[in-house]
């Protein structure tokens, strides 16, 4: 069989696409990449929450699965939205990388001050560890990021340390605890997504690492109950059963949080519905604040 893998263009997708053709053709698969482009990947210049969250990302690749053009993509498996389009299936999901996000900084950390995120749950948890500090919009590809950093536009971004790593990336600062620092669910794991074609699913299922499928489901599961949207801070990790996932408010001054086992995706269900039921004020609150800024 030779399989049509579908990518955005960005450096980091190709480099996770060309892991996965890689891996496919060690499994004796031929397999050739085709690049489209998403509309996450045209405006660059506002928040991804104003402009329908992570799952920008992924609409166009889902709509040439179906249509044809492709027989699979590969995201970053945390840019895929909870609800997905009849007739696609997640055929696989490879090893997890590291989940942790990575604060980068060009001089020391604790002359730190000003920080480039486009993401709410990293600004409320870093303005929870300090409130003091200035946390600014920052979009655009790691290089981009990086660029920015360097030209002195902010005194640090934050990254996720996978991505560092698949692009053979190594710049000063440190990794920021999973536990602390709760990171957004399936982070660090690639994920491929195909029509629901029994034969092509089977093909890809060579790539499946079943314990990160486990875990990447279970935090799926709780973010499916938490609901949410692109607009409240939520972090969400699992490792082998054991679950942390917190919602916090805009400013990172109040935090609703569960750290527990769980062995089964009705008990990861039922985590979400109580972290839910606890902080639907806060998810409340950042909706309504944000649609109004907007």
Wanted: aromatic share 4%.
């Amino acid at each position: 069989m030779h399989i049509r893998v579908g990518t955005r263009g960005s450096k980091l997708a190709l480099a996770q696409t060309d892991r996965v053709i890689r891996e496919l053709e060690e499994h004796g698969v031929k397999a050739e990449r085709i690049i489209l482009t998403t509309k996450g990947d045209t405006i660059t210049g506002v928040p991804l929450h104003e402009i329908g969250g992570q799952g920008v990302f992924v609409r166009a690749l889902d709509d040439a699965i179906l249509s044809g053009e492709i027989d699979c993509a590969v995201h970053s498996m945390k840019d895929i939205p909870a609800f997905r389009p009849l007739g696609l299936f997640t055929a696989a999901v490879l090893k997890r990388d590291s989940p942790a996000d990575y604060i980068a900084y060009s001089s020391t950390l604790q002359e730190v001050r000003v920080i480039g995120t486009s993401s709410t749950r990293r600004r409320a948890q870093l303005l929870r560890s300090n409130p003091d500090l200035v946390i600014r919009d920052l979009r655009g590809n790691v290089d981009t990021r990086i660029r920015k950093l360097n030209a002195g536009e902010f005194d640090a971004i934050i990254l996720a340390e996978a991505g560092l790593a698949r692009l053979s990336l190594q710049i000063p600062g440190e990794q920021l605890s999973p536990e602390k620092y709760v990171p957004s669910p399936n982070q660090g794991t690639i994920a491929v997504v195909s029509r629901a074609d029994p034969s092509l699913m089977e093909v890809l299922s060579v790539l499946d690492d079943p314990r990160t499928r486990a875990d990447v489901a279970a935090e799926r599961a709780v973010m499916e109950q938490i609901g949410g949207g692109c607009f409240t801070p939520i972090g969400i990790y699992c490792e082998s059963g054991h679950l942390i996932a917190e919602v916090l408010s805009l400013d990172g001054r109040r935090t609703e949080r569960v750290d527990t086992v769980v062995d089964t995706i009705e008990k990861a269900r039922e985590q979400g519905r109580l972290l839910r039921d606890a902080a639907q004020d806060l998810i409340l609150e950042a909706h309504t604040k944000l649609k109004v800024s907007e």
